[in-house]
């Protein structure tokens, strides 16, 4: 009797503790379905203000998110979604520095190989470099060197003019991670992408490809390129000389199931990974980053979350990889939106991701109404405070899109707060300092603004950009800096925009600064107007727009020829003309 008293016994408590720990797991599983619910609640709002991409999200090893936003082709209205194909750009060197280490582990090469030990010729200046200051963009070579054939490209690398000396600090090179890729051509006998595919791809059950492949390109979505309009892939890029900087091909599904094998060692073993996801270099002043591995950025500022990460852009495609160590947690996002939807956002976007599977709360824009196809339509038109701020608004694929030009229209959309809309006017006084300098030959001016490094950097290149300018599109006739706003790759950078009037053409140069520090100069992105946003549908005649890097949002009133934003209770006017 007391044995089958005990026998019940023991049932009951198994019993109970199964009961305990189902009702933990559905407890933590409901925990993740809200969180995902709110991160799939959040895309979809943003992509009401202009968003398109895919976006994937895993913790420990389990999917919680795959999911496609917006259109991949607005000709065809084809959706986005997790298996659309995406040229995944400067990823492509995380994919690079793997395929190196596999032939490290294979005994086909070490680290601290010199290069001048496989290729011939190479020049005194650089023969100390090694496949480590490759990887660890410490080589001192050029951030890029001009589109050639490949079989020109290793000697067009190696004639460049180092920008520091080898080793002494961190430069972005993808002429650096294009010699690595014809260092694996000359190991392994095989063509770069032929490598690639036989030792990564094909063994992992991968479709990824690459864009110098034409079958692929039809699969690529529609990028958003301000200065082309929606493009198909294959009119803006060809991947000859991409080689091992850029130039794969693949879903967000695909890219996660790679990165999910390197975590597990399918790829290369432990010791290998620790040196790709180890600080080989120290970073200071490049925003969040503190460190560059092999082929991945770090950010190591808080311990107790660490992130790994590497992000591509081209203009119109933009990707990012982010894995949060110390919660096993990988968020990755495609977009093919430029400047006028929310691609450039993505770090953005994948913090505020973050933050919401910690619980936390973002700010996010406001509910919105769909709009039909005709009541757009009377609002479209230019509108202007003054002589010197603008608005423009105009119909696009079925939504209305607001541009600024001139600081005080600017300011209203964005919403900046006082200490900053004083900066940015600062640097929009240097900016027109520069441009006025640089285009009438004033040196002794530029010498005074910019500093040694930034004079020796920047005033060659400016001049020979200027110089191609003036052949292809004639006589310059003025330069005007319309504004600047938060870049959204750091909040801190101010990126103001300078607009060159030339005979044929008008081009855009953006300067963008870090505090007292010129940081890097983008050209012809063919951005109209300094801020472009989506307006989004709240009532008959009110519309609101979203700033992602300043987390507001501002209302836009529509009234009898005039649109009027408020501003402490008082509404600033813009009149049609």
């Not at 019993?15 to 991160?39: D, P």
């Not at 091992?244 to 990165?259: A, E, M, N, P, R």
């Not at 609002?379 to 405070?385: E, F, L, Q």
Request: net charge neutral; with cysteine.
């Amino acid at each position: 009797m007391n044995v089958k008293f005990n026998i019940y016994i023991v049932i009951f408590l198994l019993a109970l503790l199964f009961s305990v720990f189902l009702f933990l797991a559905c407890g933590q599983h409901s925990g993740l379905t809200n969180k995902t619910n709110s991160i799939d609640e959040y895309l979809m709002k943003l992509e009401a203000h202009g968003f398109s991409g895919s976006v994937l999200v895993a913790q420990n090893g389990n999917i919680l998110l795959q999911k496609g936003y917006g259109l991949a082709n607005v000709q065809t209205s084809e959706k986005f979604s997790e298996e659309t194909q995406f040229p995944i750009a400067s990823i492509t060197k995380s994919i690079t520095a793997t395929a190196i280490l596999l032939l490290e582990k294979k005994g086909k090469l070490k680290t601290t190989d010199h290069i001048g030990q496989f290729f011939k010729d190479v020049p005194n200046d650089k023969k100390e470099i090694t496949i480590h200051h490759l990887l660890s963009h410490t080589s001192g070579l050029v951030r890029d060197v001009q589109r050639t054939s490949r079989d020109k490209l290793l000697r067009l690398i190696l004639d460049s003019k180092l920008i520091h000396p080898v080793g002494k600090q961190f430069a972005y090179s993808n002429a650096g991670y294009q010699l690595l890729g014809l260092l694996i051509e000359k190991i392994t006998g095989d063509l770069y992408e032929q490598f690639i595919l036989k030792r990564v791809f094909q063994p992992l059950n991968l479709t990824c490809s690459f864009e110098n492949d034409s079958s692929v390109w039809r699969q690529i979505p529609m990028a958003f390129d301000e200065s082309q309009n929606y493009t198909i892939f294959k009119k803006n890029y060809r991947a000859e000389n991409k080689i091992g900087q850029g130039g794969i091909v693949c879903s967000i599904t695909d890219l996660y199931k790679w990165f999910f094998s390197l975590l597990n060692g399918d790829i290369i073993d432990n010791q290998h990974l620790a040196k790709a996801f180890s600080p080989q270099v120290m970073i200071k002043n490049q925003g969040n980053y503190t460190g560059y591995g092999y082929g991945f950025y770090l950010n190591f500022a808080d311990p107790e979350d660490r992130v790994i990460i590497h992000g591509g852009d081209i203009f119109g495609y933009h990707s990012e990889l982010q894995w949060y160590k110390d919660s096993d947690r990988v968020i990755i996002l495609f977009s093919n939106k430029e400047l006028y939807g929310l691609g450039v956002h993505k770090r953005i976007i994948v913090s505020n991701i973050n933050k919401l599977l910690n619980g936390k709360k973002i700010i996010q824009p406001e509910e919105f109404e769909t709009l039909s196809s005709d009541e757009k339509l009377p609002y479209v038109g230019d509108y202007k405070i003054d002589e010197n701020n603008l608005f423009h608004v105009w119909h696009e694929n079925n939504h209305l899109m607001i541009g600024a030009e001139g600081q005080e229209a600017i300011n209203l959309i964005a919403v900046h707060n006082q200490d900053q809309k004083e900066y940015i006017n600062q640097k929009n006084r240097l900016t027109q300092q520069i441009v006025t300098a640089l285009t009438t030959g004033q040196e002794k001016i530029l010498k005074d603004i910019l500093s040694k490094s930034e004079y020796d950097f920047f005033v060659s290149y400016w001049v020979d950009v200027l110089e191609n300018s003036k052949k292809k599109y004639g006589k310059l006739r003025k330069v005007i800096v319309k504004g600047a706003n938060s870049y959204p790759w750091q909040e801190k950078y101010i990126r103001c925009y300078a607009y060159y009037f030339f005979e044929n053409k008008t081009v855009d140069i953006s300067y963008v600064w870090d505090q007292n520090t010129l940081r890097e100069t983008l050209e012809e992105s063919g951005v109209q107007y300094p801020v472009v946003m989506r307006l989004v549908k709240h009532s008959e005649n009110v519309y609101s727009v979203f700033d992602l890097v300043t987390s507001k949002g501002q209302l836009i009133r529509f009234d009898d020829q005039k649109l009027s934003i408020k501003v402490k209770g008082n509404p600033i006017l813009a009149i049609k003309y």
